[in-house]
Nanobody, 122 residues
Framework: QVQLVESGGGLVQAGGSLRLSCAAS????????MAWYRQAPRKQRELVAT???????KHADSVKGRFTISRDNAKDTVYLLMNSLKPEDTAVYYC????????????????WGQGTQVTVSS
């Protein structure tokens, strides 16, 4: 199967920066789009940024200009560089990947990491 493992979360002061990483492993023939989501306590999970296999990106308005999503296809890894962090960015951040498991399986499956906590103090 496929496993996604996030890393890079932690506690930072407002205005600081963090870089999150998410590495995919296992049975993955091809990874299509990858994305970062976040979920704050008592809030719905929201899409932060997405990136296609070709590198086309989109960022939520709330993070545009501060966060940058990128990927290294050779490493099956997606990154989220977070600059100018604000307390409202505090959340558990999850990576997501749309995966085709094998060359003989046409269906695409969505996989999720376990999440990494980002806490921004004022």
């Amino acid at each position: 199967q496929v496993q996604l493992v996030e890393s890079g979360g932690g506690l930072v002061q407002a205005g600081g920066s963090l870089r999150l990483s998410c590495a995919a492993s296992g049975r993955l023939f091809r990874i299509n789009a990858m994305a970062w989501y976040r979920q704050a306590p008592r809030k719905q999970r929201e899409l932060v940024a997405t990136i296609t296999s070709g590198g086309s990106t989109k960022h939520a308005d709330s993070v545009k200009g501060r966060f940058t999503i990128s990927r290294d296809n050779a490493k099956d890894t997606v990154y989220l560089l977070m600059n100018s962090l604000k307390p409202e960015d505090t959340a558990v951040y999850y990576c997501n990947a749309d995966v085709i498991p094998s060359a003989f399986e046409a269906r695409q499956y969505a996989y999720w990491g376990q999440g990494t906590q980002v806490t921004v103090s004022s």
